[in-house]
C-alpha cells in the first residue's frame, strides 16, 4: 500500500501519513500539495514522501483526498533546502516549507492572469480576403495582414501595432477567419524602465577584473565549497563585478539570485539590473501587491526569466539551474528572518550554493565578522578592490569632538550641530553641492518627561520610551506601534512644564530649515516613506535632479545611494549605536560609519565626512575614520574570541514568552534543567534571564543564551524540547540560531 507523509498548515513540526488512493497513484511526488481529512475538516497539505511501507495498519489511517490542481508543485531542490533548515534553526518544518512560496502562490487566492493569442485558419483564405475585402474594409485587412506576418500574435500587440479596436477582431472571429488561443500572461508587475537607457558594460579597472578572473575559476570548480567574499571599498564598483558574474553565469545557460538588502530601498541597484538584463528579470520584493508577486514568481517558475533581484526571501526562487548567487551588503542584519523560520539569507545562500553547485559572492564594504573570517581560514576565496572607481579618492573622515564643542557653548549644554558641520553645510549651499545629515533615529524627541514629578511617557505595552512626533502632535512607540496623542500636560502631577529629550531625524530636519531658511531640505525615514515604493522613487528622484540640497535621514540613506554631486555627509551622532546592549555593537557602528560616508565622493568632487562624537577615541570610530576595516576585525576579535562570541563559535538564543513575569522565570529555569546535564563540552550556556527589552506588546521576555559550536544531537535535543513537550500554556518558547538581535 502506497502511504505519503505530510505536512499540514500547523506548526507542531509533526507529519502525518495518509493513505494515497489509487487514482492518485503516480501522480504524487514530494512537493505536489493536496487535500486531506484533518480533524473535521479538509486542509491543505504539501506531501513530503511517499513510501510503500507494509507494516502500517491501513484501518488507522485516512486517504489523501485530492491534489489541489491550482497549485504549483515545490521543486525538490527547495524541499531539501527546506528541511536543512528546520533542522539547522530548530524550527518547524512546516514553517520552513510555508517560507519557500509567497502567500500569494501558496494560498492559490490569486486569479492567473490570461491574454488572448490569435492566429489565421488558412493563409489561402487570408489572402483572398485581402483580396475581396481590402478596400472597403481597412482595419479588418490590417489585422489579416499583421497576422501573416506575426502569427500567434497577443490582441494587445495587434491593436497596438494595427490601431484596430475590438471590432474588426470580433468580426473576423466571427467569420472564422481566425482561431483564438488563451495563454498565461504574467505582465502584472511593471517596473519604469522607459526612462533607463540601456546600460553599456565598461571597461573593468585591474581589480575588477582580478576579481572576475578568480570567479571565472570559481565557476569551472567541478564541486565544493565556490563561495567568493568581495570585499570593496564603497564605490570601488562592486556591481559591476556582480553583473559580470551574472553574463558568464548566463553564458553558460545557468540562472542567478541576487539579494538586496531592502529592495524597495535601493531602487537605484534594481534599476541598474534592469537597465543591464531588461526584461530578463523578475523582482521580488516587499511593495508588490499580490497579483505582481503572483506574476513575478511564475515567471521564474516558468522559465521565462533567468535572474532573479529581490529582499531575502528571494533566495527561495524556484530557479532549477542555479548557477550564481549574489548577496549585495552581506553584512545587512536585514537578510536575518525575526520569525519562524529565522534564517538568514547569507547563510543559505551558501548553503543552496553547496546543494546546487552554485557560486555564492558576498559583498560588502564591511563584511560581516563571521565572512571574513570564514575567508581568512581560507574556506571562503577573497577578492579585494582597495580603490575606488577612476581612482577618486575616499572620503576624508573628520571626527568632531563634542567634549570640546560642549565647552564652548556658553551653557556647557551639548549642541546639536558643531559650528564645523554647520559651516560645512553653508559651504555646500555656496557651491551648488549636496548634504547628507544621518542620524540613526526617526520622530522629534527620543523621551517626554516632567521635570516636576519625574514622570516618563513609557508605553504601557513594552518597556521602552515613547517618541514624540511633532508633525502629528503625537507619543509613538517603536517597538509595538501604539500611537497616542501627545500630553499638554503631564498626565501624573498636571505640570505644565512637559520636557523633551533625545534627538530625532524630524528635529534635525525643523532645525536644518531654520537655520538654513533658503535651502532646500527633505527627509527620508520610516515615517515620511511610509514603506511606498513610489515616495522613495520620488524623494530620490528629486534628490538626483538636484532640487534637494539636504537629505536627512535614516539608515535608509546608508546605503546604495549612487549621487555624484554628494560632497559632504555629516553625521549628527555617532554614538548612539555605540552603547546598544549588544556585542555588536562596535562592529554596527564601524559598519554604519563606514557605509554612510560611503554616499560621498562618488563623483568628480572629494568628498567630506564630519563625525560628532562624545567618544573620538572609540576604536570603532577610529578605525571607521582610518577606512581600517582589517586592524577593527583584528583588535575586536580578540575580545570575541575571549568570551566565546562569534565569529570564534555560534550564538544560539532560546526565547521564552508569556504574560506573567514569575511563572516565566520559573519554567525557563526548569526548562534548562531539564536537559542541562546533556549540554556537550565546549558550549556556554548563560542561565535564564530577563532579554535587555524585558516586555513587548504586553508579553515579557526570557532569553538563555548558547555558545559554542552546537552539533547535530544538540539541535535536534532543542527541537525535542520545544515541539514535543507540553509547555505551560501561556508561554511561548522558540529558538533563534545565529541569533542577531539580542535586545
Ligand atoms: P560599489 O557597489 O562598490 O559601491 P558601484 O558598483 O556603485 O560601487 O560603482 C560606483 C560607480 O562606478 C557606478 O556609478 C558605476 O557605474 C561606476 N563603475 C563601476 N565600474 C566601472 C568601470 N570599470 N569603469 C567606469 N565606471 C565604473
Ligand atoms: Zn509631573
Ligand atoms: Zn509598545
Not at 133 to 138: C, D, E, L, V, Y
Not at 336 to 361: F, W
Amino acid at each position: 500500500m502506497l502511504t505519503a507523509k505530510v505536512i499540514v498548515n500547523l506548526s507542531i513540526d509533526r507529519h502525518f501519513d495518509y493513505i494515497v488512493p489509487d487514482e492518485l497513484v503516480g501522480k504524487l511526488r514530494p512537493g505536489v500539495q493536496v487535500l486531506v481529512p484533518f480533524r473535521n475538516s479538509l486542509r491543505n497539505a504539501y506531501v513530503l514522501a511517499l513510501s510503500n511501507d507494509t507494516s502500517c495498519d491501513p484501518s488507522k489511517l485516512k486517504t489523501i483526498s485530492a491534489i489541489c490542481e491550482k497549485h504549483p508543485e515545490i521543486p525538490d531542490n527547495l524541499l531539501k533546502l527546506a528541511k536543512w533548515i528546520s533542522e539547522y534553526y530548530c524550527c518547524a518544518q512546516e514553517q520552513a516549507v510555508k517560507a519557500l512560496l509567497p502567500l500569494a502562490v501558496r494560498s492559490g487566492k490569486v486569479a492567473r492572469k490570461e491574454s488572448r493569442h490569435l492566429t489565421l485558419k488558412s493563409l489561402d483564405d487570408a489572402h483572398k480576403f485581402l483580396l475581396e475585402n481590402g478596400k472597403k474594409s481597412k482595419s479588418r485587412a490590417l489585422v489579416v495582414q499583421y497576422l501573416i506576418d506575426h502569427p500567434g500574435a497577443s490582441v494587445e500587440s495587434i491593436s497596438e501595432a494595427t490601431g484596430a479596436g475590438k471590432a474588426p477582431i470580433s468580426a473576423l472571429l466571427k467569420c472564422g477567419l481566425l482561431e483564438e488561443e488563451k495563454k498565461a500572461s504574467y505582465k502584472r508587475f511593471v517596473f519604469d524602465s522607459a526612462s533607463l537607457l540601456p546600460s553599456q558594460p565598461p571597461e573593468l579597472n585591474d581589480e575588477q577584473a582580478e576579481a572576475a578572473r578568480i570567479i571565472e575559476a570559481l565557476f569551472e570548480r567541478a564541486e565544493g565549497q565556490k563561495t567568493l567574499l568581495l570585499h570593496g571599498v564603497t564605490g570601488s564598483g562592486k556591481t559591476e563585478v556582480y553583473m559580470r558574474a551574472i553574463e558568464t553565469a548566463l553564458k553558460k545557460n545557468l540562472e542567478a539570485i541576487v539579494l538586496v538588502p531592502e529592495i524597495a530601498l535601493t531602487p537605484q541597484t534594481t534599476e541598474r539590473f534592469i537597465s543591464r538584463f531588461r526584461s530578463g528579470v523578475s523582482v521580488l520584493h516587499s511593495g508588490l501587491s499580490d497579483g505582481e508577486r503572483y506574476d513575478e514568481w511564475m515567471k521564474i517558475y516558468h522559465g521565462l526569466v533567468k535572474i532573479a533581484i529581490g529582499a531575502r526571501s528571494a533566495i527561495f526562487a524556484p530557479f532549477r539551474n542555479l548557477g550564481l548567487i549574489v548577496v549585495d551588503e552581506e553584512h545587512e542584519p536585514s537578510y536575518k528572518q525575526e520569525e519562524a523560520p529565522r534564517y538568514n539569507a547569507r547563510d543559505l545562500a551558501v548553503m543552496r550554493g553547496v546543494m546546487e553547485n552554485s557560486l555564492v559572492i558576498l559583498g560588502s564594504a564591511t563584511p560581516s565578522f563571521e565572512s571574513y573570517a570564514n575567508a581568512c581560514s581560507g574556506r571562503y576565496a577573497i577578492a579585494r578592490l582597495k580603490k575606488r572607481i577612476d581612482s577618486r579618492p575616499m572620503p576624508s573622515m573628520i571626527p568632531i569632538d563634542m567634549n570640546i564643542e560642549r565647552v564652548s557653548d556658553s551653557e556647557g549644554r551639548l549642541p546639536i550641530f558643531s559650528k564645523p558641520l554647520l559651516d560645512a553645510i553653508a559651504q555646500r549651499l555656496q557651491r551648488a553641492e549636496q548634504s547628507i545629515i544621518f542620524l540613526n533615529r526617526r520622530g522629534f524627541a527620543s523621551q517626554m518627561s516632567c521635570p516636576d514629578c519625574g514622570f516618563v511617557a513609557q508605553c504601557s505595552d513594552c518597556s521602552i520610551s515613547y517618541t514624540y512626533h511633532r508633525t502629528n502632535e503625537c507619543l509613538a512607540c517603536h517597538m509595538c506601534g501604539a500611537v497616542l496623542r501627545a500630553y499638554a500636560m503631564c498626565p501624573s502631577c498636571g505640570s505644565d512644564k512637559i520636557r523633551y529629550k533625545g534627538l530625532g531625524t524630524e528635529k534635525i530636519e525643523a532645525l536644518l530649515s531654520m537655520i538654513f531658511p533658503l535651502a532646500k531640505v527633505a527627509r527620508m525615514d520610516a515615517d515620511t516613506m511610509s514603506g511606498r515604493r513610489k515616495n522613495y522613487e520620488k524623494l530620490l528622484g528629486d534628490f538626483g535632479a538636484g532640487k534637494i540640497d539636504i537629505l536627512v535621514g535614516t539608515q535608509m540613506i546608508a546605503k546604495g545611494l549612487d549621487f555624484p554631486n554628494v560632497t559632504l555627509v555629516g553625521i549628527v551622532s555617532a554614538d548612539r549605536s555605540l552603547f546598544i546592549p549588544d556585542f555588536r555593537a562596535a562592529e554596527r557602528t564601524f559598519q554604519l560609519l563606514t557605509q554612510v560616508s560611503g554616499r560621498c565622493g562618488r563623483g568628480s568632487c572629494p568628498g567630506e565626512v564630519y563625525i560628532q562624537t562624545s567618544y573620538p577615541e572609540n576604536p570603532a570610530i577610529i578605525s571607521a575614520i582610518r577606512h581600517d576595516f582589517e586592524a577593527f576585525f583584528k583588535s575586536e576579535c580578540v575580545a570575541r574570541k575571549e568570551f566565546n562570541y562569534p565569529p570564534s563559535c555560534h550564538l544560539t538564543a532560546i526565547h521564552f514568552k508569556g504574560s506573567d513575569a514569575a511563572a516565566l522565570e520559573k519554567y525557563s529555569l526548569e526548562f534548562l534543567d531539564s536537559f542541562k546535564s546533556k549540554i556537550p563540552d565546549g558550549i556556554f550556556v548563560s542561565d535564564p534571564a530577563p532579554a535587555p527589552i524585558e516586555k513587548i506588546k504586553t508579553k515579557f521576555r526570557y532569553m538563555i543564551l548558547f555558545r559554542g559550536n552546537l552539533n547535530k544531537d544538540f539541535r535536534c535535543l532543542i527541537r525535542e524540547k520545544i515541539f514535543k513537550v507540553r509547555h505551560p500554556s501561556g508561554i511561548e518558547i522558540y529558538a533563534d540560531v545565529d541569533a542577531i538581535n539580542l535586545t
